[in-house]
């Protein structure tokens, strides 16, 4: 639970930091997926997953609101923005099982007494 809402709340932060990276453009989405299949590495199978999903929904929402400044409400928005991020929840998701494969894989086994 509690990796869980510090995924949120990284993901978050990372929007906001947006504004000191936004020369990257494109490429911005690289360590956005660094930081998911970093999750993945730590923790169960099922904190990875949980904080990867956790942590895509939050990313995807939080730039979402962030960047919006349409004629429209926000609060209008708001459920087409959920529906769009529940996509960065299912990257996020992919990502983090990436990265609890990849701790599977190459994590040695310990040797038998």
Known sequence: MFRSIVA?????????????????????????????????????????LKSGTGYGFSLSFAFLVADYNGAPSLVSRFPFFVILSLFGAACGLALSALGYYLKLRFTPRPKPI
Not at 35 to 45: C, I, P
């Open 8 to 48: 949120f709340i990284v993901g978050v932060a990372i929007v906001a930091a947006g504004p000191q990276y936004v020369f990257l453009g494109a490429y911005s989405l690289i360590p956005w997926g660094l930081v998911a299949v970093a999750l993945g590495l730590s923790g169960t199978k099922r904190e990875a």
